[in-house]
């Protein structure tokens, strides 16, 4: 019985990667005008595809500068009039995780429509023993023009990324959409993706779709211990319209969110005195149904946070808010998970449309 990867792609042509093609294409770089790349707060400085800086002025941990290089959340935005939609990338490493599709880790998604308005239209396919690839997003398209945005991948790194388009068509600025205001939102692997299906999936950019902002993914998977250092650098990100908060599933202790969660907003609060800031406990594992002193714990930390916020309010800063984690994926939470506590696209798309009207307030759109 034959056994090898390519027995399933023999059988069904719609499960084949894709080719480099022979045809004629114009090849961009995104890094240049009018394509607009988000998530990238440090882009102009260093002209990388990278969410923190190079050489940072605060110390970061080794394992939260390596997670740095992957471009979740990062996003390509531009129109164009072309019939047709390539993409050609080179990776910093292949496909290697065993709980997310390869399409997550190193797949790029579009979507077509103006901000508020885009729709899926294709994932990108390509050989998962390979580093670097050409796909073909769309072709034989009518030619007008159409605003798209490219979901970069989740857990991989870009070194290099060119867009394709017909020879003959026009790539013009994606309108609609305010590049100067950001949300911010730093958190666990949760907010970096795991265990979306494909980039567009993770519940940041599935909000990047409900606001006609630049949402900036700071989420540094397994490593997102609320350190000092980090909200120095976050700080430093220029015209803030929102902090989001959403680190406690990688606190060490209870006794470490307790220091760490006030101290963070102070050193924020400093340089940005009027920005709201959301902090978001954590969604509930699948085995807290069974688990009632993990259940407890999971409680705990809850109200945690919930009187750091009320303390800070208290104390006269009343824009700091608290939202309650449990909450957001439904009361189908243990459906909503791919291994009983990442989220699956069900999961990602219950946190989005919760989290839409508590960010739409603070936002006061």
């Not at 939260?64 to 990338?89: C, E, H, I, M, W």
């Not at 579009?110 to 508020?116: E, K, L, R, T, V």
């Not at 608290?322 to 999961?347: K, W």
């Amino acid at each position: 019985m034959d056994t090898s990867a390519n027995a399933t792609h023999q059988l069904d042509a719609n499960l084949q990667p894709d080719e480099p093609r022979t045809d004629q294409w114009e090849w961009h770089s995104p890094l240049a005008s009018p394509f607009q790349l988000t998530s990238l707060p440090w882009l102009a400085q260093d002209g990388l595809y990278r969410r923190l800086p190079l050489h940072p002025s605060h110390p970061i941990r080794s394992e939260v500068d390596r997670l740095a290089n992957y471009t979740t959340g990062v996003q390509v935005r531009f129109a164009t009039n072309s019939p047709k939609l390539a993409v050609r990338v080179v990776l910093a490493d292949k496909a290697t995780m065993y709980q997310m599709p390869a399409t997550a880790q190193c797949g790029i998604d579009c979507y077509i429509g103006p901000s508020g308005a885009q729709q899926y239209i294709n994932t990108t396919r390509f050989d998962l023993a390979q580093a670097e690839y050409e796909s073909v997003l769309f072709e034989s398209f009518p030619k007008e023009m159409r605003e798209i945005t490219l979901n970069l991948p989740l857990y991989q790194g870009v070194k290099e990324l060119w867009v394709g388009t017909s020879p003959t068509s026009s790539v013009a600025e994606f309108h609609g959409f305010a590049s100067d205001k950001k949300v911010l939102i730093y958190g666990t692997s949760i907010t970096h993706g795991a265990c979306a299906s494909r980039p567009g999936m993770a519940y940041p950019n599935q909000l990047s779709r409900m606001f006609p902002l630049e949402f900036v993914s700071l989420g540094f998977s397994g490593n997102a211990q609320g350190e000092p250092e980090l909200a120095h650098l976050i700080s430093q990100i220029q015209d803030p319209a929102l902090l989001v908060l959403d680190y406690e599933g990688n606190t060490p202790s209870k006794e470490h969110l307790a220091q760490s969660l006030p101290t963070f907003i102070h050193i924020y609060r400093d340089v940005h005195p009027d920005v709201p800031i959301l902090v978001i406990s954590k969604i509930p594992y699948a085995k807290e149904a069974f688990d009632e002193e993990l259940r407890q714990r999971q409680e705990g930390l809850k109200i945690l946070q919930r009187e750091t916020v009320e303390r800070i309010n208290q104390e006269g800063d009343a824009n700091v808010h608290f939202c309650d984690g449990s909450e957001l994926l439904g009361a189908d939470y243990q459906e909503a998970t791919t291994d009983g506590i990442h989220p699956s696209d069900l999961g990602y798309k219950h946190m989005a449309e919760n989290l839409k009207p508590v960010i739409a307030k603070l936002l006061r759109i």
